[in-house]
T-cell receptor, first 115, second 116 residues
Framework: KQEVTQIPAALSVPEGENLVLNCSFT??????LQWFRQDPGKGLTSLLL?????REQTSGRLNASLDKSSGRSTLYIAASQPGDSATYLC??????????????FGQGTTLQVKP | GAVVSQHPSRVICKSGTSVKIECRSL??????MFWYRQFPKQSLMLMAT?????????EQGVEKDKFLINHASLTLSTLTVTSAHPEDSSFYIC????????????FGPGTRLTVL
């Protein structure tokens, strides 16, 4: 059974700092991995999706890496801003039958960026 | 594109009543929809997967008679919480995907259910 773990559970940093969020998964047989952002009481916003054959994806100040063999992914946020404050969720999609691979989510890292 | 809406965004009901939550794909045909539940400060837990025109597949531990899912059209799925109790209070999120998109699910904004 796939399990996804995110460390740390919470993080508080001053504005401008670069930071790294960690995600690990127990079964390396994944189709892809996705990072989401969730603001309090809101739904999910997809940030980055990395296919199993890829090593990293970048979007603006965000960079996500994937090491499938070791079951790890990191989300790097450069020059953090107060607007980056949110919960960041990592999710992996395994191989499912009928083209409906399930997303298994980690517990999330709640980030606070202080002005 | 790829917008998923949920209605209502927030609902409060009395214990013992039933509540229906709608999930709509606004600009694409969703052959598969997923329902998730999220308790405070916890992650999303998949409840069930529904394919248009078929019965939903429920995850282990989810009561199918309590959480009724209907996916009668390619743009609408409903989740009905029957005989709701306070422990059913949670944040319910749906997501949708097309058949030819193994990659991406598009998530709705969520529905906050409070059972008194």
């Amino acid at each position: 059974k796939q399990e996804v773990t995110q460390i740390p559970a919470a993080l508080s940093v001053p504005e401008g700092e670069n930071l790294v969020l960690n995600c690990s998964f127990t079964d390396s047989a994944i189709y892809n991995l996705q990072w989401f952002r969730q603001d309090p009481g809101k739904g999910l916003t997809s940030l980055l999706l990395i296919q199993s054959s890829q090593r990293e994806q970048t979007s603006g100040r965000l960079n996500a890496s994937l090491d499938k063999s070791s079951g790890r992914s990191t989300l790097y946020i450069a020059a953090s801003q107060p607007g980056d404050s949110a919960t960041y969720l990592c999710a992996v999609r395994g191989y499912g039958s009928g083209n409906t691979g399930k997303l298994i989510f980690g517990q999330g890292t709640t980030l606070q960026v202080k002005p | 594109g790829a917008v998923v809406s949920q209605h209502p965004s927030r609902v409060i009901c009395k214990s013992g009543t039933s509540v229906k939550i709608e999930c709509r794909s606004l600009d694409f045909q969703a052959t598969t929809m997923f329902w998730y539940r999220q308790f405070p400060k916890q992650s999303l837990m998949l409840m069930a997967t529904s394919n248009e025109g078929s019965k939903a597949t429920y995850e282990q531990g989810v009561e199918k008679d309590k959480f009724l899912i209907n996916h009668a059209s390619l743009t609408l799925s409903t989740l009905t919480v029957t005989s709701a109790h306070p422990e059913d209070s949670s944040f319910y999120i749906c997501s949708a995907k097309t058949f030819d998109s193994y990659n991406e699910q598009f998530f709705g904004p969520g529905t906050r259910l409070t059972v008194l």
